[in-house]
């Protein structure tokens, strides 16, 4: 493995062109015993090559800087002295620029390049990991960001309090990332569980993002996780997110079979097509940061006529638990920072199958309701094509739902009421019916609040029922 840029090299490549931007913190006073805490004979020899080597009085670097447009204070880990590790001055420096952090209102972004703990202080360096968690902690309560850089290597509990406990981790190619480093793992376990691309595939960090493009991407981020708080241009619904313009172009269907091929139909507009036209740009999230990703839960933050807003959206399947586990994430994030959430429903319900249970469907369905009841951020949510049963109805915003033509929402697939029923197979169309799953049953229901015209409709969706039938 070679040894990583150094911490003002990794600075310089964040904040690019702006590099006269940072000023760094001075680092705290603090008397340091002879050979540190526990009289570790020649531990302070071992400090001063570690000086002389990399020009750096500790294995952090802390100070504030412009990454595009957003000022933020930046921890860069220099991994030469000492592997990075975390001792009581480490812990200083980290929780000053943490405290700097809050007095300034400014977010954290932390370039994490780390052993662990350093093993000549012992137990009084192992608790800098309590420190530094509460302040990770007190950071968060006062709703900043925290964005971490996971570069090569990230172990140890640098790891599991920087990175793996940031809002949005990136992580460069390749990096070794893990709580255990690599002289002390099994001598059988998989070297590539311990990659960033395997920690990608396993939903613990967000996305894996090459050095040449970091500062482009860093930028982008801290100005989405920056930018709420603020109402759209029209005010629309007090700073709610207005709903999407329907996209399929068809009007509400007649019956409710018709409704339900037409949610059903593969020519019918996706998730993604509904993001695209919505947004100007968006960043998305990753993984419900308990072993598992879903594809077909499209989370993150886009920008939209200036103003950042945050999404949860259903592709078409049938949703797994870590789908539901990475919506309720990415609604808590967008509470803490004060940012307005748009959800898209389509699913035809939530999986089902033994896998599903095992990884605690109903948990995570129920963790989903949670987040959406209680956020303090306004919810908007757009039925787009299938509504399934409760796997649908957990990403829905109570009195703040809306609905395209081209979609149905429904206690139950009518197939399977008709089965429940005890009925003929050849009644499923009349069950449809009976259920009142049309967009526009929904509205007389008091389910939805309104069907959304197209784009080239009125300029906003309100209560009016366009093409009611």
Same mark, same amino acid.
């Given at each position: ?7 003002? +090299?990794?600075? %310089? +490549?964040?904040?690019? %062109? ?7 913190? *001075? *680092? *705290? ?14 531990? #302070? ?8 080597? &990399? /020009? ?27 592997? /990075? ?10 929780? +000053? %620029? ?14 994490? +390049? &780390? ?6 202080? /012992?137990?009084?360096?192992? $608790? ?57 793992? *099994?001598?059988?376990?998989?070297? @590539? ?31 989405? $996780? ?42 019918? =507009? ?7 036209? @919505? ?8 993984? #419900? ?34 789908? @539901? ?11 803490? $920072? !004060?940012? =307005? ?6 699913? =035809? ?9 095992? &990884? ?40 703040? &739902? ?13 197939? $399977? ?15 449809? #019916? ?26 906003? %969706?309100? !209560? ?6």
């Amino acid at each position: 493995m070679a040894e990583p840029r150094g911490a003002r +090299a990794a600075i %310089a +490549a964040l904040v690019g %062109a702006d590099a006269g931007s940072f000023t760094e913190l *001075p *680092p *705290p006073e603090g008397a340091f015993p002879p050979d540190g805490p526990l009289g570790w004979e020649g531990y #302070d020899a071992a400090r001063a090559r570690a000086a002389e080597r &990399t /020009g750096e009085g500790e294995s952090v670097v802390c100070g504030t800087g412009r990454i595009g447009a957003t000022e933020a204070v930046v921890i860069s880990f220099e991994f030469g002295f000492l592997g /990075g590790s975390l001792g009581e001055r480490t812990g200083d420096r980290l929780e +000053a %620029a943490y405290r700097h952090a809050r007095e300034r209102r400014l977010p954290v972004v932390s370039l994490i +390049a &780390t052993g662990g703990s350093r093993m000549q202080e /012992g137990m009084r360096a192992l $608790l800098q990991l309590q420190r530094v968690a509460r302040h990770c902690a007190l950071t968060r309560a006062a709703g900043l960001a925290q964005l971490a850089v996971v570069r090569d290597p990230t172990t140890g509990g640098g790891w599991a309090t920087l990175g793996a406990g940031a809002d949005v981790v990136l992580a460069l190619p390749g990096a070794q990332i893990g709580f255990a480093g690599s002289r002390v793992r *099994p001598a059988d376990a998989d070297p @590539y569980a311990y990659t960033a691309e395997a920690q990608l595939a396993a939903g613990q960090i967000d996305a894996v993002v090459d050095e040449n493009g970091l500062g482009a991407a860093v930028g982008r981020w801290l100005a989405l $996780l920056t930018g709420g708080g603020a109402e759209t241009a029209d005010g629309w619904a007090a700073g709610a997110a207005p709903p999407p313009a329907a996209l399929g172009g068809a009007p509400p269907a007649a019956t409710g079979w018709d409704a339900v091929l037409a949610a059903r139909s593969p020519e019918r =507009p996706r998730a993604v097509a509904y993001l695209d036209a @919505y947004f100007d740009h968006r960043e998305e999230i990753s993984g #419900d940061r308990c072993g598992g990703t879903d594809p077909g839960m499209l989370c993150g933050f886009g920008r939209r006529e200036g103003r950042t807003v945050a999404y949860a959206a259903q592709c078409g399947t049938a949703t797994l638990p870590a789908g @539901y586990r990475t919506a309720a994430r990415l609604i808590r994030l967008a509470e803490r $920072l !004060d940012v =307005p959430v748009l959800t898209l429903v389509d699913t =035809p319900g939530a999986a089902n199958d033994a896998r599903a249970e095992r &990884t605690g469907a109903g948990a995570a369905i129920a963790d989903l309701f949670a987040a959406v009841a209680t956020a303090r951020v306004p919810v908007t949510t757009l039925l787009i094509g299938e509504g399934g049963s409760g796997g649908a109805l957990a990403l829905s915003a109570p009195d703040n &739902t809306w609905a395209t033509p081209d979609s149905y929402f429904s206690v139950i697939a009518p197939e $399977l009421a008709t089965a429940i029923l005890k009925r003929d197979p050849g009644r499923i169309r009349a069950t449809a #019916d009976q259920l009142r799953l049309r967009p526009q049953d929904l509205v007389s229901l008091g389910v939805v609040r309104g069907i959304v015209p197209g784009r080239n409709g009125q300029d906003r %969706a309100d !209560d009016r029922v366009p093409g009611a039938g």
